[in-house]
């Protein structure tokens, strides 16, 4: 019997791999697509895969039920949020880096509508994310915890935990960005506004 070469067997399941991802990403944005545009009931294993071309046994198998398919997009959108994080431009000076956070944050809650209503507004009635969902969910927002510690090394914010700052930080974003998309706010004055203040909140004396 002759055996595969590793390196031909090894290019085979990383194709295997992409083409699973490829499919797995293709039915995420299937399903976030009828969760916008026609609600939660939408949300049927016959419906997406109607709409991606594939079968139902397809769905099953990746997600298990609806309920794995709701925690997929859960995590899939904090994923979205932090690569939008990431392309935050890098300053020598970390607080010019923190502050440039916040527009990057923004811009991901209002760019990416079905996730965020599913992430934060329970978009999906009756849907509860685990634990480990819930804790690979902040893991994901964790640059903003480390940019944090950096403007605390470098005396920029008060010594505390990063995490506290970031919390606090994380509220205020999301307040503004609800009244923004609920129509009450026109503008991103007042987002810059109340993540500017949370940080000024939390300078040391010689910052003030």
Known sequence: MTSVPLGLQGAYLVGERATQDELRGRLLDVAVNLLQTDGPDSLTMRRIAAEAGCTTTVIYTMFGNREGLAEALYLEGFERFRRYLETAPQRHDPLETLTALGPAYRRACLEEPGYYSLMFE?????????????????????ILDRVIADCISAGYLLPTQPRKIADALWAAAQGAISLERAGHLRDDSTFEAVTTGVICCYLTDRQR
Not at 127 to 136: D, G, K, N, V
């Open 122 to 142: 329970q978009a999906i009635p009756g849907f509860e994310p685990s634990e480990r969902a819930r804790t690979l969910a902040r893991a994901a927002l964790n």
